[in-house]
Every structure is written in C-alpha cells, then in structure tokens.
C-alpha cells in the first residue's frame, strides 16, 4: 500500500510538471532539491564530507555547503527534466542539447562491432540516454530495478518512449552481448563504487573500487568504448560530448586493460572537477577502501 501511495504522489507530480508553465518547473525542479536536501540529514552529511575530501583545501565550509545544496537542486531539475521527455523528440533535440564530437560516436558505431557509451551520474544521464537514440544510435541501458515496482514500470516506460531499450542487471551480460552482436550501443554508468568485484583505481587522489566490465566487454568483443558526457549549461540547456574513442585489443594485458580503465575514470574526474555540483555526490563512492 505504502508504494502504491507513493507511486500516485509521483502520478501527481507528473501532471503537474506537464501541466505548469516552463519557468514554474525550474522552481518546482528546486523545490524539490531542497526538500529532499531538509529531510534527508545522512545522506546531505555524506555528499559534504564527499566533496570536503576530494577539495581538500579547495573550498571554505560555507561554499561547500552552498555545493551541497546545489548537488540537491540539480537532483530535483533531474527529476523534472525526466518526466519532460515525454515532450522531447528528434525535431526539437537540438534546442535543448548543442552536440559536440558526434563524429567520434559515428566513426565507432559505423565499425558495426558495438559501442559502449561509458558515462557517470553527471549532468543528467536520463536525458544523454535518451538524447542518444533519438540522435538515430540503437541504444541499450543497464538500469537498476527500482525496490517500487510501480515506480519501476513507469520509469521504464519513460525510456522506452524515446527508444531506450532496458537491460536488467541480473541478466545484463549475455543482453549486453546480443546487443553488441547487432551492431548496437550499451549505456554504462561507470562511476560507482563496484565493492570487491571493482578494479583498485584512484579517483580524486583516494583509492576506488571500480567497475571494470567496460574495458572487459571492449576486450573480449570488440566494441569500441566512446566516454560520452551531458553538462548543465542552464535550465534545460545542455552540451553532450562524445569524446574519441577507445579500443582494446582481444589479447591485451590486465595492466594495459588498468590503464585505459585509469584513464576514463581520470576524465570523468575531470569533468567533475570543472563542473563539481553536477555530480551525483550522495554515493559512498570510496566507501569500499574506507575512503568516505
């Protein structure tokens, strides 16, 4: 019953979205970051001492709390930006998104062997997953099963609407390999704390656990990895990235297989870096290495 009654307070705010003038859902998107911001205390705690640790002495306590509730603001302009998929299409993509290195994601496509659109909870990854397929590339997304399953079924609905095909994890290695087998494109979130399954990589100067299936798929298929990255430019304005591509060959070393792993947590560091409230900090990203 409890989920149920949930599920219609999300069917509530759905309508309401849709419904309310353009500059009324940036503040309802906010409203909502900052609720979330007030009653959740642990989670709030965990996104402070999660940028305190990785700018060190960059910033004063007062600007990373401000930081902090931005993270928060962010989440909620995400949360309203998904239900307006229903309004986005092919024809007026472009007046939200500006595209940039499309011909990095055409030439590994174009090679028929599959791509891994390797990303992180930056910017707004529902949207890039979407954008993606509408720009025309046959887009699979490993997602997560939500506990709700009202919420679950609906979500799920959402993407499909804009050609997202889902993948469950639990399943997703041989749906992985289908799609790669079809020439297809596979969304991995790559930033996330991988436990004792993850490769030990450093990621703003502390150890990591992360998870290494995109350079292990790319090895043993042929699939051509593409870091793909969505920034916030403004309200539902945006710069989508597709930055050059990166093979692994089928016989190489674990070490040379490290690296290149390295080396895409590096630029998604980087990206963090310069755009640092856009990142989905409530993760205990280093939480595997005693890190957080």
């Not at 090895?219 to 050059?244: C, D, H, M, N």
């Not at 856009?278 to 280093?286: G, K, M, S, T, V």
Request: glycine content about 6%.
């Amino acid at each position: 019953m409890k989920n149920f009654i949930l599920y219609l307070l999300f069917q509530f705010f759905y309508f309401l979205v849709l419904l309310l003038p353009d500059k009324l859902r940036y503040y309802l998107g906010k409203l909502f970051g900052k609720f979330a911001y007030y009653i959740t205390p642990e989670r709030r705690e965990i996104v402070y001492n999660n940028m305190k640790k990785s700018f060190k002495d960059k910033y004063s306590e007062e600007k990373l709390k401000k930081m902090t509730k931005e993270v928060y603001y962010n989440t909620g302009l995400i949360l309203v930006e998904f239900i307006l998929l229903k309004k986005l299409n092919k024809d007026n993509l472009k007046d939200f998104i500006e595209i940039k290195g499309e011909e990095n994601l055409k030439k590994a496509y174009e090679k028929n062997n599959g791509v891994i659109i390797y990303g992180a909870h930056f910017g707004n990854w529902e949207l890039m997953g979407s954008a993606i397929s509408l720009l025309g590339y046959p887009l699979n997304a490993i997602a997560r099963e939500q506990a709700n399953s009202y919420f679950n079924r609906k979500i799920n609905k959402i993407r499909r609407n804009k050609g997202v095909k889902i993948i469950p994890k639990g399943i997703s290695v041989r749906k992985v390999y289908e799609a790669f087998k079809k020439g297809e494109c596979v969304f991995i979130l790559g930033d996330q704390d991988a436990k004792n399954k993850g490769w030990k990589m450093n990621f703003f100067d502390r150890p990591s656990s992360t998870f290494s299936g995109a350079v292990q798929m790319a090895s043993r298929t042929g699939a051509i990895i593409v870091p793909t990255f969505l920034v916030r430019k403004g309200w539902r304005k945006y710069e989508l990235t597709f930055y050059p591509p990166k093979e692994v060959s089928e016989d190489a070393q674990k070490e040379v297989k490290k690296q290149i792993l390295q080396n895409l947590v590096d630029l998604t560091e980087e990206i963090i870096r310069e755009y640092p409230t856009q990142w989905f900090w409530l993760h205990r990203r280093w939480k595997t290495y005693k890190g957080d």
